[in-house]
């Protein structure tokens, strides 16, 4: 079986992946993965058990993944050897980290096989890390230019062109979810890791409801913050409006009972939801600025200020007063979407620029095994 795989692909990619990454941008991923495959070349998976891709993976793929037995910061300690000589045995021709956070890691896999070390920046936190990489690294794949510039100033002048500013992206759905027919409205609040925000979005829709406001109220989110969340809209009697959703790896379903979403704060990583949600048709109510600016401010989304119960109630009853509005802005983000987030577009660049470092691989190692020219006499 080994065999055959060989014979189809001659190439192939490392590709470092963690849970983190896989939740984040699953689908994105997914795209990539296959992009690589319709380029010829076998991405072959590194990360720990259970981390799982949103599916449409070929089951010829599936059969490559390398599934270690540790988390990942254990790998680094106790089998990174074990994956490099199972890797050693493969054409491997590049190592992509799919997190800034594994660039430390990527940087020692690609040491250690010879090849260079390409790294995908979505979050600022992965910013330090994939600047630290090392001499392996070759190219840094941020994903907006905030995200970009932040980067480019960790690294030397000689290094700057390694960035390339990448989107994410996503496939476009059927039809404008918001305001769409005569239904209960359906709003849906993006979890946060801050408690304060997640508490001020459910005041606001306390105040909608008590207002008489005709609406489903939902917040994503899950963990240790569950039963906080419970209770406090219990508390501020919200019944059986409100649902809690846990976080969805696909999400294609939820758009269509789904008006309006709510991001109370700023994204410290890039976020496919608010991408998805928008190619969907819904109007996005979010915190321009940190690793995301997506929207004109009342065109393809409403830009919160200051992301408080008082601004998000005005907002959220003014799109529930204004229907229309809200159908406008969903279609302008379904437009801006498609001209700049569209999943093949975005994943082209990052492939094309893998093909080529692959072929430049090919061209050293060729050039390497060639016996060296006798002095002409």
Do not use: C
């Not at 992965?126 to 690294?137: C, F, K, Q, R, T």
């Not at 905030?146 to 002048?157: F, H, P, Y």
């Not at 960035?163 to 759905?173: A, T």
């Not at 406001?213 to 919200?238: H, K, N, P, T, W």
């Amino acid at each position: 079986m080994a065999k055959d795989r060989k014979a189809r692909f001659t190439h192939a990619v490392a590709v470092l992946i963690d849970r983190d990454a896989a939740d984040r941008y699953g689908p994105w991923l997914d795209s990539l993965l296959l992009g690589l495959v319709d380029e010829g070349i076998s991405p072959m998976l590194v990360g720990p058990p259970g981390v799982e891709l949103a599916g449409g993976i070929p089951e010829h793929l599936l059969a490559r993944m390398i599934l270690t037995r540790s988390r990942l910061p254990l790998l680094r300690r106790f089998i990174v050897q074990p994956v490099i000589a199972r890797l050693a045995d493969e054409p491997v021709r590049m190592v992509l980290a799919a997190s800034g956070r594994l660039a430390d890691l990527g940087a020692r896999f690609a040491a250690a096989l010879h090849v260079p070390l390409a790294v995908i920046v979505m979050g600022e936190d992965e910013v330090a890390p994939a600047a630290s990489a090392g001499p392996a690294l070759q190219t840094v794949f941020a994903g907006s230019e905030s995200l970009a510039d932040r980067v480019r100033k960790r690294l030397s002048a000689a290094d700057e062109k390694a960035v390339q500013q990448v989107s994410l992206g996503v496939h476009m759905h059927e039809g404008i979810a918001a305001f769409a027919g005569e239904r209960t409205r359906g709003i849906i609040g993006l979890g946060s890791a801050d408690p304060g925000s997640l508490d001020q979005l459910l005041a606001a829709f306390s105040h909608l409801s008590d207002r008489g406001y005709d609406a489903v109220y939902f917040v994503m989110g899950s963990g240790s913050a569950e039963r906080r969340i419970r209770r406090s809209a219990q508390a501020r009697r919200l019944g059986d409006r409100f649902t809690l959703v846990p976080d969805l790896k696909r999400m294609d379903r939820l758009w269509p009972g789904i008006d309006v979403l709510v991001q109370p704060e700023v994204n410290r990583h890039l976020d496919l939801r608010l991408l998805e949600a928008m190619a969907a048709g819904v109007a996005v109510v979010a915190r321009n600025g940190g690793a995301m600016n997506l929207m004109a401010d009342g065109v393809n989304g409403v830009e919160l200020t200051q992301g408080d119960e008082a601004e998000m109630t005005m907002v959220l009853q003014r799109l529930l007063d204004e229907p229309e509005l809200g159908r406008n802005i969903g279609r302008n983000a379904r437009d801006y979407v498609q001209s700049h987030h569209l999943a093949g577009v975005t994943v082209a660049q990052i492939t094309r620029t893998i093909r080529f470092a692959v072929v430049a691989q090919v061209t050293i190692r060729m050039n390497e095994a060639e016996p060296p020219t006798a002095p002409a006499e």
